[in-house]
C-alpha cells in the first residue's frame, strides 16, 4: 500500500510517499520561516496563500523522486485539522481532489494523529505507549492504545512549551521560531544564573503550566540594567529558562509514567514527538526520567518530530488498513482533539 500525505496546517507545506512496510519513498517539506519572520509569528492568511503557491510544486516532486504517477497510489491522506484553517482548507481541498480524479480512498488525517503514530512507523512500536507531544500549540500527554485510541492524561492548563520558548526568544530579541534559538544561546549560558520558578512541580497529576515562568522570565529581563542587553545575560537567562522547563517537565513525566504503568502493567515505553522533541537538552532530561521509571524514551529522528508529511500518509496508511477512509465531504476542523477521534 502506498499513501501520499499532504501537511498544511501551520507554516510548513510538505508532501509525502510512504509505503506500508515502513518504507518512506519520497518527502518534501518547504518551511515558511523567511514568510514570516518580519512579524515574528506565523500570520494565518500568509500562511494559507504560501500553502497555495508551493503545494502542488512539492506533490509533483515526491511523485517524481519515487517514480509514480498517481494511478499507483493506494491512498491519499491530507491534514484536515486541527490548525490554521486557511492552510488546513488548502492541503484538504488539494487531497479531496487527487482522490476524486483517480478514484482512490481519502483519509482526513488528523495532525496530533500524525505525531502519535510516527513512532511506530520509525521504530515500529506496538500499543500501548505513553506520548508526550510537546510543539508550538500542543503540550499534553496521551495513553496511545490504538489506532483512534487516545486518552488524553495531562494537559497545559496555559501555554504550551514550544509557545514558552517562542515568547522566551522574543522577549530577549532572539527572533522566530524561538526554541531553536533559545537553545542555542542556552549552551553558553549559567542554568544557575537566574531563580526561575518550576511550574507545577510537586503537584499531583500530570498538567502543565508555562505562563507563569514567562512572566518570571520577563521580571528578570526588566531587573537587568537598562540599556541593550548583553550576550552573557541572555544566554544565562536561556539557560535558566531551559533548565525550569526540563525540571517540570521531568516532574510532570514522572507523575504520568506512574500513572501509565498503573493502568496498563504489560508497561510501554514513553515516546517524545512535537517540534520540542527536538531539544537535545530536554531529550537527554526525558531520558533519564524514562530510565528511572524502567521504561524507554523513543524519540523519531529530528526531521520526523517538527511538521511533515510523513506522519500524515503513515496515519493514512494506519487507517486505511483498518477500512477507516473518510468521505470527501469530511469538513476541515480548526479544532480536533485526540480523544474525539474514530478508532479502528
Ligand atoms: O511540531 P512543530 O513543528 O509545530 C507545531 O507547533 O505543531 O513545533 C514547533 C514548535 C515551536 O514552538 C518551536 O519553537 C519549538 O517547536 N521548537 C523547539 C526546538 N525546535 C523547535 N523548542 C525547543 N527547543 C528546540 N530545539
Ligand atoms: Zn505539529
Known amino acids: 500500500m502506498i499513501v501520499l500525505g499532504i501537511e498544511t496546517s501551520c507554516d510548513e507545506t510538505a508532501a509525502a510517499l510512504v509505503r506500508d512496510d515502513r518504507t518512506i519513498l519520497a518527502e518534501a517539506v518547504l518551511s515558511q520561516l523567511e514568510?514570516?519572520?518580519?512579524?515574528?509569528?506565523?500570520?494565518?492568511?500568509?500562511?494559507?496563500?504560501?500553502?497555495?503557491?508551493?503545494?502542488?510544486?512539492?506533490?509533483?516532486?515526491v511523485m517524481?523522486?519515487?517514480?509514480?504517477?498517481?494511478?499507483?497510489?493506494?491512498?491519499?491522506a491530507a491534514t484536515a485539522g486541527p490548525g490554521l484553517i486557511g492552510g488546513v482548507l488548502v492541503g484538504a481541498t488539494m487531497g479531496k481532489a487527487i482522490a476524486l480524479v483517480h478514484d482512490k480512498p481519502f483519509v482526513a488525517a488528523n495532525h496530533l494523529e500524525g505525531h502519535a503514530l510516527t513512532a511506530r512507523l520509525t521504530e515500529g512500536l506496538d500499543f500501548p505507549y505513553l506520548l508526550l507531544l510537546v510543539s508550538g500549540g500542543h503540550?499534553?500527554?496521551?495513553?496511545?492504545?490504538?489506532?483512534?485510541?487516545y486518552r488524553r492524561m495531562g494537559t497545559t492548563i496555559?501555554?504550551?512549551?514550544?509557545?514558552?520558548?517562542?515568547?522566551?526568544?522574543?522577549?530577549?530579541?532572539?527572533?522566530?521560531?524561538?526554541?531553536?534559538?533559545?537553545?542555542?544561546?542556552?549552551?553558553?549560558g549559567d542554568p544557575r544564573r537566574f531563580d526561575l520558578p518550576r511550574p507545577m512541580r510537586g503537584r499531583p497529576g500530570c498538567d502543565f503550566s508555562f505562563s507563569g515562568l514567562k512572566t518570571a522570565v520577563r521580571r528578570q529581563i526588566e531587573?537587568?540594567?537598562a540599556g541593550?542587553?548583553?550576550?552573557?545575560?541572555?544566554?544565562?537567562?536561556?539557560?535558566?529558562?531551559?533548565?525550569?522547563?526540563?525540571?517540570?517537565?521531568?516532574?510532570?513525566?514522572?507523575?504520568?509514567?506512574?500513572?501509565?504503568?498503573?493502568?496498563?502493567?504489560?508497561?510501554?515505553?514513553?515516546?517524545?514527538?512535537?517540534?520540542?522533541?527536538?531539544?537535545?537538552?530536554l531529550r537527554e532530561r526525558l531520558s533519564s526520567v524514562a530510565d528511572q521509571a524502567g521504561a524507554a524514551l523513543v524519540a523519531p529522528p529530528l526531521r520526523l518530530c517538527t511538521d511533515n508529511a510523513v506522519m500524515i500518509a503513515w496515519a493514512g496508511i494506519e487507517r486505511l488498513r483498518l477500512g477507516l477512509a473518510d468521505g470527501l465531504d469530511f469538513a476541515p476542523r480548526p479544532r480536533w482533539p485526540l480523544d474525539t477521534m474514530r478508532a479502528g
Do not use: W
Open 139 to 149: 503540550c499534553q500527554f496521551v495513553a496511545v492504545e490504538g489506532v483512534g485510541r
Open 64 to 76: 517524481a523522486e519515487a517514480g509514480l504517477g498517481f494511478p499507483a497510489l493506494d491512498g491519499v
Open 223 to 225: 531587573s537587568l540594567p
Open 228 to 281: 541593550p542587553m548583553i550576550d552573557r545575560d541572555r544566554a544565562d537567562l536561556c539557560a535558566s529558562f531551559q533548565a525550569a522547563v526540563g525540571d517540570s517537565l521531568v516532574d510532570r513525566c514522572r507523575n504520568a509514567l506512574a500513572t501509565f504503568a498503573a493502568d496498563h502493567p504489560g508497561g510501554g515505553p514513553l515516546v517524545v514527538a512535537g517540534g520540542v522533541a527536538a531539544n537535545v537538552y
Open 158 to 188: 496555559d501555554d504550551a512549551i514550544g509557545e514558552a520558548f517562542d515568547k522566551t526568544a522574543k522577549m530577549l530579541g532572539l527572533g522566530y521560531p524561538g526554541g531553536p534559538a533559545v537553545e542555542r544561546a542556552a549552551r553558553d
Open 35 to 61: 514568510e514570516h519572520r518580519p512579524y515574528g509569528g506565523v500570520v494565518p492568511e500568509i500562511a494559507a496563500r504560501a500553502h497555495l503557491d508551493h503545494l502542488d510544486g512539492l506533490i509533483a516532486r
